[in-house]
Nanobody, 126 residues
């Protein structure tokens, strides 16, 4: 079983950047596909980005494509979400999630993931 802890959230202005980290403990991340989701108040939790176990396959929601980048560092057992050109509509609690996976598979549905972090708040002011 893997435990996930997000960090790096905060309050920023529109146009700023933030980098979220998702650190794994208990198991190495190298056996897992990882995704980032977010949930704004009163909204459903939505997919943001995903990366394969192999680290060479990524997928993004249209709303963040070109602004956000997901990456993994297996040596540090951490997955990152670099968020640039942030907008007020990016305000949400961001969650990372993990699933044991074949090498290049990625997943964008919540129900695919077995393990979830506690979330990190990102607030973007206009």
């Amino acid at each position: 079983q893997v435990q996930l802890v997000e960090s790096g959230g905060g309050l920023v202005q529109a146009g700023d950047s933030l980098r979220l980290s998702c650190a794994a403990s208990g198991r190495t991340f190298s056996g897992y596909a990882v995704g980032w989701f977010r949930q704004a108040p009163g909204e459903e939790r939505e997919f943001v980005a995903a990366i394969s176990r192999s680290g060479d396959n990524t997928f993004y929601a249209d709303s963040v494509k070109g602004r956000f980048t997901i990456s993994s560092d297996n040596a540090k057992n951490t997955v990152y979400l670099q968020m640039n050109s942030l907008k007020p509509e990016d305000t949400a609690v961001y969650y990372c999630a993990a699933k044991t996976s074949p090498n290049r598979e990625i997943y964008y549905q919540r129900l695919n993931y077995n393990y979830w972090g506690q979330g990190a708040q990102v607030t973007v002011s206009s």
